[in-house]
C-alpha cells in the first residue's frame, strides 16, 4: 500500500489495482467550509486530467481532476449528507471514490508524501 | 500589486489571524480562523464586527443638500430629517443604478457611504452635479459595522447614547472619548450599526467591542453570505449600469413623491416601469438540492425556455442550503414558481421565493 500526491491536491491510496481517492488536508482549508459534493457514480470511466467530481466551498466552486485513468467502483455516498466531513478528515473518512487504476505507469508522475509536503511548501 | 490599499484596522486583522484578500484594491479580510460559517452564525445570533472602512465616506456642505442630491437620486434626501438615514442609490440617464449609497442628514452637513470600488466615480459625479456643495471625501476615518442580536449590548456598554437609536437612525456620540457617528443600519439583516471611527483610535475602540464576549470578527464571506440570505443587492452583482431600480425590485426605496414627480436621472424609464412593470425582475431563487447556484447560472422555465440568470448565489449557513438572487423575464418571478437552474449542464429543480430568505430583525 502506498500514498500517491497530485498537483491537484489528490491523494491516491493505492492498493494492487485500486486505490482510495480523496482531498488533501491542505486543498481542504483551501477551499474552506465545504457544503456541496458533487460525484460521478460507480462504473464511470474516465481519464487522467478529466473532471471526476466537484466541491463546492461557501466559497465558491472547485473541479476535482482524475490524476490517472481509470474508473469509479464505489462512491462514499455519506458525503452527500455530511459534506463538511470533508473539512474534518479529508485523509481519512471523507475519502471520495475507490477506483480502479487503468494504466499503473502513470502513478510515477505523481509525487510521493514527501514529495508533495515541498509540493505546498 | 504595490498599490493595494489597507484600512485603518489592518494590523489588527493581522492579528486576529484574518485570511487577506485584494478587494476592490483594497486588502481585506475574507474570513477569521472562526470561519465563513461560524462567522455568519455568530451575526445572527449575537454579534459581529466587519470593517467596512474600504467604504467611500463623504461629507456633503452647502446650502440645501438635501434637495440637490434629489437630481442625482430617485429618493425624497429635501425632506430627510436631521438624525436620520435613508438607502438610495445614483441613477443614470437611462434608468440603471450607479451605484448604491446610505445618505444621512447631520445637521450641519450630509453624510453618505458609497461602494469602495466606485468611490472613484461617486466623488466627481457628485463634484460635478451638486452645485454650491462641497463635497469632502473623508480618508483619515474607519468605519467599524457591529452586526447581530446582540450589537446593543456591545455597542451599548461603550456608548449608552447606541441604546436609544432606531433602525436607519445616526448620531454623534463619544467612545472611550473618541467622537464617533454612529448609524443603526448595516448590511446583515440584523440590529447593528455602522461606526465612523478617527483612525488613529479604530483599533482600539474594535478591540473594547471585541472585548464584548458576544461579539467576534467577522470577514466579507460572511458579510456576503449574510446579506445574500437578508436578500439584500451587492452592486456589481444584483444592481449595476444597466439594471433599473424597478427591475431590481427596489421601488421600496423610491418615496411616492419622487415616484409622481420624477426629476432624477431616467426618470422616465422609472415611471413606465412603474406603470406598465419592467420587462425583467430580481427575485429569490431557493434550489430544491444542496447544490450552490453561483452568478451566471441560467434560469429555464419548466418548459426549458430561458427566462433569466442568477446574479448571486451561494450556501446560506442560517437557511441550510443553497441561497440565490437572479432575474427573470416578464411573466415570471411569482413566489412558489418552479424553475430550474442550469448547473454544470444539468437542470436542477428550484423554486422562487419571496425575499428575503431569513427575517430581518431591525429595531423600529
Redesign the interface.
Known amino acids: 500500500m502506498a500514498t500517491y500526491y497530485s498537483e491537484e491536491h489528490e491523494w491516491l491510496t493505492v492498493e494492487g489495482d485500486t486505490a482510495t481517492l480523496g482531498i488533501t488536508k491542505h486543498a481542504a482549508e483551501q477551499l474552506g467550509e465545504v457544503v456541496f459534493v458533487e460525484q460521478q457514480e460507480a462504473g464511470d470511466e474516465f481519464e487522467k486530467d478529466g473532471e471526476i467530481g466537484v466541491i463546492e466551498s461557501v466559497k465558491a466552486a472547485s473541479e476535482l481532476y482524475a490524476p490517472v485513468d481509470g474508473e469509479i467502483v464505489e462512491v462514499n455516498e455519506a458525503l452527500a449528507d455530511n459534506p463538511g466531513a470533508l473539512n474534518e478528515d479529508p485523509e481519512g473518512e471523507a475519502w471520495i471514490y475507490k477506483i480502479k487504476i487503468a494504466d499503473a505507469s502513470q502513478l510515477e508522475d505523481l509525487m510521493d508524501e514527501a514529495g508533495y509536503k515541498a509540493f505546498i511548501g | 500589486m504595490s498599490d493595494i490599499k489597507r484600512t485603518p484596522l489592518y494590523s489588527l486583522h493581522v492579528e486576529l489571524g484574518g485570511k487577506l484578500v485584494d478587494f476592490a484594491g483594497w486588502e481585506m479580510p475574507?474570513?477569521y480562523p472562526l470561519?465563513?460559517?461560524g462567522e455568519h452564525k455568530q451575526c445572527r445570533e449575537k454579534a459581529a464586527l466587519f470593517d467596512v472602512s474600504h467604504m467611500g465616506q463623504v461629507i456633503l456642505r452647502g446650502e440645501n443638500v438635501g434637495e440637490k442630491l434629489e437630481a442625482l437620486c430617485p429618493q425624497a434626501y429635501a425632506t430627510l430629517k436631521e438624525g436620520k438615514a435613508r438607502y438610495g442609490f445614483f441613477t443614470n440617464a437611462d434608468g440603471g443604478i450607479m451605484d448604491d449609497l446610505i445618505v444621512s442628514n447631520a445637521g450641519d452637513h450630509f453624510f453618505v457611504v458609497v461602494n469602495a470600488a466606485l468611490r472613484h466615480q461617486d466623488i466627481p459625479h457628485m463634484r460635478a452635479h451638486l452645485e454650491g456643495v462641497e463635497v469632502t471625501e473623508i480618508f483619515e476615518r474607519a468605519l467599524v459595522a457591529v452586526q447581530g442580536p446582540k450589537a446593543e449590548d456591545v455597542v451599548g456598554e461603550l456608548c449608552p447614547a447606541a441604546r436609544d437609536l432606531k433602525f436607519m437612525e445616526t448620531t454623534v456620540a463619544d467612545i472611550n472619548g473618541v467622537e464617533c457617528r454612529i448609524s443603526r443600519l448595516g448590511y446583515t439583516g440584523e440590529d447593528g450599526y455602522e461606526i465612523s471611527i478617527p483612525e488613529d483610535k479604530a483599533i482600539e475602540i474594535s478591540k473594547a467591542f471585541l472585548a464584548h464576549e458576544d461579539c467576534e470578527p467577522a470577514g466579507l464571506?460572511a458579510r456576503d453570505?449574510l446579506r445574500l440570505e437578508a436578500g439584500l443587492c451587492l452592486y456589481g452583482n444584483d444592481i449595476d449600469q444597466s439594471t433599473s431600480p424597478i427591475e431590481a425590485s427596489l421601488g421600496w426605496a423610491i418615496q411616492k413623491r419622487r415616484k409622481e414627480e420624477g426629476g432624477f436621472p431616467g426618470a422616465d424609464r422609472v415611471q413606465k416601469e412603474l406603470a406598465e412593470g419592467a420587462a425583467r425582475k430580481l427575485v429569490g431563487i431557493k434550489p430544491d438540492g444542496?447544490?450552490?447556484a453561483?452568478q451566471g447560472v441560467e434560469v429555464q422555465c419548466l418548459e426549458g425556455n430561458t427566462i433569466g440568470q442568477i446574479t448571486s448565489g451561494?450556501?446560506g449557513?442560517t437557511v441550510g442550503g443553497?441561497v440565490a438572487m437572479g432575474y427573470v423575464s416578464k411573466g415570471h418571478g411569482e413566489p412558489g414558481e418552479k424553475v430550474n437552474l442550469i448547473i454544470?449542464g444539468k437542470a436542477q429543480p428550484a423554486q422562487i421565493v419571496a425575499l428575503p430568505f431569513v427575517t430581518q430583525n431591525y429595531k423600529r
Open positions: 475574507v474570513q470561519g465563513i460559517m464571506g453570505s444542496r447544490a450552490p453561483r451561494s450556501f449557513p443553497p454544470r
